[in-house]
């Protein structure tokens, strides 16, 4: 399958995780080019300038004239969630709309909110494209990863899979 949001994500957060969901052994909504599909469609439509869409099955994500941005519960992987990001923006460019990246964070029980700006300059550009073949190339493997307990296997869909 192609590469998406998800599992880059996956890959920076568990390995094996990516593999699994790449490899649809639990099916979980991989309908990601549906989403990006929406989000051109929510751009080209007049008069909205901060479009609530859903790319990936994150359920509050929003573009306007400057930013795609994500929000998170959480930013225990945020480095995960900037390539992510990273992933979309390169997506959107290759469709001709050129974005910055704006992360927000909004912890459980709190109201404050974090946010972190990313954007896709040349490097990361080359970086991600790097990163998408080497993704791939994973992904294509016959097996995954063993399971290794990390924080946030028992939050994760695969956690009866791996360990139980
Ligand atoms: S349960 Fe843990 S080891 Fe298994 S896929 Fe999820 S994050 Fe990875």
């Not at 519960?73 to 290759?94: G, H, M, P």
């Not at 300059?121 to 991600?128: F, H, I, N, P, V």
């Amino acid at each position: 399958m192609n590469v998406t949001g998800t599992i880059v994500n996956y890959y920076f957060h568990c390995k094996r995780q990516c593999w699994l969901f790449a490899n649809r052994i639990n099916l979980e909504d991989n309908s990601e080019d549906v989403r990006i599909g929406k989000v051109l469609h929510e751009l080209k439509s007049e008069g909205k300038k901060n479009t609530e869409v859903a790319i990936d099955n994150i359920k509050i994500d929003k573009i306007n004239d400057m930013y795609l941005t994500e929000v998170k519960k959480s930013d225990s992987d945020l480095n995960a969630v900037k390539w992510q990001t990273l992933f979309y923006l390169k997506i959107l460019k290759e469709k001709g709309v050129d974005r910055k990246g704006k992360i927000e964070v909004i912890e459980k029980r709190t109201t404050d909110k974090k946010i972190h700006y990313i954007e896709l300059d040349e490097d990361r550009e080359k970086e991600m494209e790097k990163l998408t073949i080497e993704i791939e190339n994973f992904i294509n493997t016959e097996n995954p990863p063993e399971a290794t307990l990390i924080k946030g296997c028992k939050k994760c869909a695969y956690y009866e899979y791996c360990f139980l």
